[in-house]
């Protein structure tokens, strides 16, 4: 069994910043021998892709709209997978997700490639 714990959602105002957290945990599984990613999903929309980060290389790969304002970065040590988002936006206001792909693999190219899912933090970014 695989647990993703994510923390540090919240309310911001526009050009502020938050760092999410992810933590995970299982009996069999190895944080640092897997790909992992961050999405989010609006209400109302789909869910959509955000940052992940290799378990291997440590190579990051972002959606378009945070690249340059978000950052995803991992601490093996500490099983977890952070995301830290600044100048914040209203567009980004959404529950956030992280999520672990199998091991040993490259990045998923999309969320159907993510194994284990957590149970979101919302952020909600004021105007």
């Known amino acids: 069994q695989v647990q993703l714990v994510e923390s540090g959602g919240g309310l911001v105002q526009a050009g502020g910043s938050l760092r999410l957290s992810c933590t995970a945990s299982?009996?069999?599984?190895?944080?640092?021998?897997?790909?992992m990613g961050w999405f989010r999903q609006a209400p109302g929309k789909e869910r959509e892709f955000v940052a992940a980060?290799?378990?291997?290389?440590?190579?990051?790969t972002y959606a378009d709209s945070v690249k340059g304002r978000f950052t995803i970065s991992r601490d093996n040590a500490k099983s977890t997978v952070y995301l830290q988002m600044n100048s914040l936006k209203p567009e980004d206001t959404a529950a956030y997700y992280c999520?672990?792909?199998?091991?040993?693999?490259?990045?998923?190219?999309?969320?159907?490639?993510?194994?284990?899912w957590g149970q979101g933090t919302q952020v909600t970014v004021s105007s």
């Open positions: 999520a672990a792909a199998p091991p040993f693999r490259s990045i998923p190219p999309n969320d159907s490639g993510y194994d284990y």
């Open positions: 299982g009996r069999t599984f190895s944080p640092s021998l897997v790909p």
């Open positions: 980060i290799a378990w291997s290389s440590g190579r990051t």
